[in-house]
T-cell receptor, first 113, second 111 residues
């Protein structure tokens, strides 16, 4: 089944404890991205990747890192999480870029205490 | 800067009704527009994508229209069902820049 998977789905952590949210797609998509969704603010893009080893900042990249060592994986790294990073995070992918249909993962709900 | 507005924020209708969800945007220089569905606790599912050169797209009971000149898109749902209950989001693509999302319309279809 073609899909985007994220792990973990739910995570509670404390301020400053490094964490990684994994994202993987099995559709051989070139383009992958991360969003956060917050009440009243909607979805905002954090980082995106046009291809392997190519990443770039989205609208709200502060406090986040990403890597794209393989086409299928695009992990989101929070080196020192803070409470304002409490949010619902989505990974998405598309065949060739942002102009095409985006396929979203199921989301990761993060609480930073 | 592109701004996307969806009104109303919430809508409740009885089963079987036809309904229209609205999406308006401030900059008509767009490449395409996507409508998504989001179920509670789940990710977004793409419903329809309309290219800027198109006026509408249809998939089953769904029909999405695009009027760039007026900065509007509508999602028409025919013969609504309780299973259509979800939040519907529109998102605009203005080039190789992040998608700009509206805040969504939460739809409840009452049996």
């Amino acid at each position: 089944e073609a899909q985007v998977t994220q792990n973990p789905r739910y995570l509670i952590t404390v301020t400053g404890k490094k964490l990684t949210v994994t994202c993987s797609q099995n559709m051989n998509h070139e383009y992958m991205s991360w969003y956060r969704q917050d009440p009243g603010l909607g979805l905002r893009q954090i980082y995106y990747s046009m291809n392997v080893e190519v990443t770039d900042k989205g609208d709200v990249p502060e406090g986040y890192k990403v890597s794209r060592k393989e086409k299928r994986n695009f992990p989101l790294i929070l080196e020192s999480p803070s409470p304002n990073q409490t949010s619902l995070y989505f990974c998405a992918s598309s065949r060739a870029g942002p102009l095409e249909t985006q396929y979203f993962g199921p989301g990761t709900r993060l609480l930073v205490l | 800067k592109q701004e996307v507005t969806q009104i109303p924020a919430a809508l409740s209708v009885p089963e079987g009704e036809n309904l229209v969800l609205n999406c308006s945007f401030t900059d008509s220089a767009i490449y395409n527009l996507q409508w998504f569905r989001q179920d509670p606790g789940k990710g977004l599912t793409s419903l329809l994508l309309i290219q800027s050169s198109q006026r509408e797209q249809t998939s089953g009971r769904l029909n999405a229209s695009l009027d760039k000149s007026s900065g509007r898109s509508t999602l028409y749902i025919a013969a609504s069902q309780p299973g259509d209950s979800a939040t519907y989001l529109c998102a605009l693509n203005s080039g190789n820049t992040p998608l700009v999302f509206g805040k969504g319309t939460r739809l409840s279809v009452i049996a």
